[in-house]
Structure formats: structure tokens, C-alpha cells
């Protein structure tokens, strides 16, 4: 049965709060979840980060989510959305 948009929303922000939350402890970061946009860039002018905080953010999400971030996909890391899209198509397959 399809999942209705509420419930992809709800399931969206069920990933997307946590790893908010971590990566701003995880990173130092000073935002709160709220202040972050899930479409913002993570690496480079958006959050700023660099390669090695790069690795920090697939730990991150890997911890969180359990699902493993493999080697030389750099577009998962592209913004929270990206990552979100990632989880959810590793968790349906």
C-alpha cells in the first residue's frame, strides 16, 4: 500500500531531526535543527564544512540511521535531503 504524504513527511522528519541534532554536536556546529534548511549545501559555502568534516558527517549518519554510506558517492553528502533520500531508498531495498 503507498504511504500517503503525511506519513513520507513524518518519515522524513523522523531522520532528519535526529541527524540535525547530531551533526551539530558532532561538529560543534553553532545552529539549532530549526536554523538549519534541509536543502542547504553541507559542504563548501553552505554549512562550510571541509572534506574532513565530511567524514564526521557519513559517521554521523551512519550512526543515526544505521545505514552504511558507501566510498565514492560524494552526491549523498550534497545537502540533508540528499542524505534523507539515500536513507529512505537503502531502507526500501
Known amino acids: 500500500m503507498a504511504k500517503s504524504n503525511q506519513e513520507r513527511i513524518e518519515e522524513r522528519a523522523a531522520i532528519l531531526k ?3 541534532e547530531e551533526l551539530i554536536r558532532r ?3 553553532d545552529y539549532k535543527p530549526e536554523d538549519i534548511h534541509e536543502d ?3 559542504l563548501g559555502a553552505g554549512l ?3 572534506s574532513l568534516d ?3 558527517v557519513v559517521m554521523c549518519i ?3 540511521t544505521g545505514v552504511k554510506v558507501p ?3 560524494p552526491e549523498i553528502l550534497r545537502s540533508l535531503n540528499s ?3 539515500f536513507v529512505l531508498e537503502k531502507r526500501g531495498a
Open 40 to 42: 542547504v549545501s553541507l
Open 62 to 64: 551512519e550512526a543515526v
Open 18 to 20: 535526529p541527524l540535525k
Open 71 to 73: 566510498d565514492g558517492r
Open 27 to 29: 561538529l560543534t556546529l
Open 83 to 85: 542524505i534523507v533520500d
Open 54 to 56: 565530511a567524514l564526521e
Open 48 to 50: 562550510g564544512l571541509d
